[in-house]
């Protein structure tokens, strides 16, 4: 079972800042492209942002510009650093680990969530 360790998150008023890291085993970190996918009450699970090996980056449209995203290959971590935070941010935020088994399949793994609060 692939573990991936979340820390970071809170509650936090609108403007401020918060910052969101995910743990991964080495084996499964070096080869997987990674992301940050956001759950609000009711609604389905959304991406945020991703980042590849390679480092590209892909972000959904409302947090461009005030989300990044980074991975450390050191240690195996990925991050979220979110700026400029707006009540619609309040979710639970989950690290993904996508990792192909196969030239042809992947596999989502996911870390447990955490909660982001912003009030107004």
């Known amino acids: 079972q692939v573990q991936l360790v979340e820390s970071g998150g809170g509650s936090v008023q609108a403007g401020g800042s918060l910052r969101l890291s995910c743990a991964a085993p080495r084996n499964i970190f070096s080869i997987s492209a990674m992301g940050w996918y956001q759950q609000a009450p009711g609604k389905q699970r959304e991406m945020v942002a991703t980042i590849s090996v390679g480092g590209t980056t892909n972000y959904a449209g409302s947090v461009k510009g005030r989300f990044t995203i980074s991975r450390d290959s050191a240690k195996n971590t990925v991050s979220l650093q979110m700026n400029s935070l707006k009540p619609e941010d309040t979710a639970v935020y989950y690290c993904?680990?996508?990792?192909?088994?196969?030239?042809?399949?992947?596999?989502?793994?996911w870390g447990q969530g955490t909660q982001v609060t912003v009030s107004s």
């Open positions: 993904n680990a996508n990792l192909p088994t196969s030239p042809w399949r992947k596999v989502d793994y």
